[in-house]
């Protein structure tokens, strides 16, 4: 017997569907900044956690959340481009 509502597990897996354009402007946006060593790059991370969750593969987005708090940002630049590059998706 199960006590969860059919609706949210039919709806499991469309909750983690990425639109792939806003998952490349906000690569896009990220790359910029990382590239300027701005500050802003946190707080992109934060806002935008499950996009660069679903870019980025397992084992990369712990590398990639510690390489952006601890403002390692060229080397998150290098982690983001490598992800972007798996992925087929074009960065500047």
């Known amino acids: 017997m199960s006590t969860l509502p059919p609706g949210p597990v039919a709806d499991a897996g469309a909750a983690q569907a990425v639109d792939p354009q806003k ?9 910029g900044l990382l590239g300027r060593f701005d500050a802003a790059a946190t707080e992109l991370f ?7 969750r679903a870019l980025l593969a397992p084992d990369r987005f712990p590398i990639f959340e510690a390489q952006i708090t601890g403002y390692a ?8 481009a490598q992800a972007a590059a798996d992925k087929d998706l074009a960065l500047p």
């Open 46 to 52: 934060d806002t935008h956690r499950a996009l660069f």
């Open 23 to 31: 998952l490349a402007d906000v690569a896009t946006q990220m790359q």
């Open 73 to 80: 940002f060229a080397e998150a630049r290098t982690t983001l």
